[in-house]
């Protein structure tokens, strides 16, 4: 099992920026990657921004040049440092954790808020 423990998120006007910080517990060894999803109103869950634990990095198309995902493997903690953020960056935004023990599992954070005003 995995906790995870999301801070961070608010209201910012548009072209500002946010930070968001998950710490992991539990099993969190067996942590294979980490990252960022969203979801807004009336859509699916999209990826945001992930990181392995060897630093390779995925970003959605959409954060590209805004987003920047950080991990820190000892502390178990991924951060994402988000600027110029946009209005349809709005969404609640969820820390996701992928455990490998034979085989993989998922785990999500309750998730946090971000709102973007125009």
């Known amino acids: 099992q995995v906790q995870l423990v999301e801070s961070g998120g608010g209201l910012v006007q548009a072209g500002g920026s946010l930070s968001l910080s998950c710490a992991a517990s539990?099993?969190?060894?067996?942590?294979?990657?980490m990252g960022w999803y969203r979801q807004a109103p009336g859509k699916q869950r999209e990826l945001v921004a992930r990181?392995?634990?060897?630093?390779?990095?995925n970003y959605g198309d959409s954060v590209k040049g805004r987003f920047t995902i950080s991990r820190d493997n000892a502390k178990n903690t991924v951060l994402l440092q988000m600027n110029n953020l946009k209005p349809e960056d709005t969404a609640v935004y969820y820390c996701?954790?992928?455990?490998?023990?034979?085989?993989?599992?998922?785990?999500w954070g309750q998730g946090t808020q971000v709102t973007v005003s125009s």
């Open positions: 990181m392995a634990s060897g630093g390779r990095t």
């Open positions: 996701n954790a992928e455990v490998v023990v034979y085989t993989l599992s998922n785990y």
């Open positions: 539990g099993s969190s060894s067996s942590i294979a990657a």
